[in-house]
C-alpha cells in the first residue's frame, strides 16, 4: 500500500479518536478496511464511554465489521501502534495490513506483527501523535488503566 | 497454583463452554479470578450468539469484569489454548497466571505467555479436549471461522 492511500484511509481512524476525546474517552480511533478496499468496520476506545476494558479501537472496529470468512486482504487502520492485545487480532485473524498512525507516544506490538508476514506502515502523522501526546499528559491515570499499567 | 485449585475453577469456564455449545455456539468459556481468590467475571465465545467475532471466551470474561485498576495477582481460566488475540490480552493487562484446560485441539499463544513471565498451568483436562473434538468435528466451518483460518 503506497502511503498516500494509507493517509487518506488514516481520516476515518483520526476521526474516531476525536470523537473518542469529545466523548471524555481515550482518544484512539481504528478502521477495518476490506480487500477491495471497502470499510467494513469504525471504531474507537470505549473504556470509559461503555466502561468495557474490552473496547480497544482496533477490537471495536472487528467487531463493527461482523462476523466475516476470512480477512485476507484486509487493512486495519489504526491511529495509535496495536498493543499485544489488538496486535494479538490481526495475527490470528490473519488482517493483512496494519497502518499505523503514529508509534512515538506508544511502541505496541507493530515490529512483532512485521516478523510474522504482516505487511506494515507507520506514518508518523503529526496529528496522531499530538493527541494522545495532550492526552496522556491531561490522564495519566486512564492512559495506564488502558494499557494494563495500573 | 497448584493444580487442584486450578482444576476447582475450571469447572465454571467449563460450564460456560457448555452452556455455549447449548446455544449453538463456540463451546469455549473461561473466567477471571482476583488475586484474593474472587471470581471477577466468566464469559463464553459469542461469534454466533451475539454475532460478535470479538467475543472470544477470555475477552468475554475480561469484560464482564469490568473496568479493573490493574490485573496483578489475576488468574484467567480457559477451557481452551487462548489464541493470539486472548494471549494478547493476557500480556498486555499483565494478567498473572492462565489456567489452560486443554491445548490438545487447539495450541494458541501459551508457551510465548510462560515465555513472558505469565505463570502457565496446563491441565489437560478430558472432559475439555472431548467439548472441542466433537465441536470441531460437527462444525469445522465455524471453528475455522472463529480462529480466522477461513
Known sequence: MDREQARRRLG??????????????VPVGAALYGADGALLGRGRNRRVQDGD????????????????????GTTMVTTLSPCWYCSGLVRQFGISRVVVGEARTFRGGHDWLAEH??????????????????FIAARPDLWNEDIGHG
Open 53 to 72: 476494558p474490552s473496547a480497544h479501537a482496533e477490537t471495536d472496529a472487528f467487531r463493527a465489521a461482523g462476523r466475516q470468512r476470512s480477512y485476507r
Open 117 to 134: 508476514g504482516v505487511e506494515v506502515v507507520v506514518l508518523d502523522d503529526p496529528a496522531c501523535a499530538a493527541l494522545m501526546r495532550e
Open 12 to 25: 476515518i481512524a483520526l476521526d474516531e479518536a476525536r470523537a473518542g476525546l469529545r466523548e471524555g474517552g
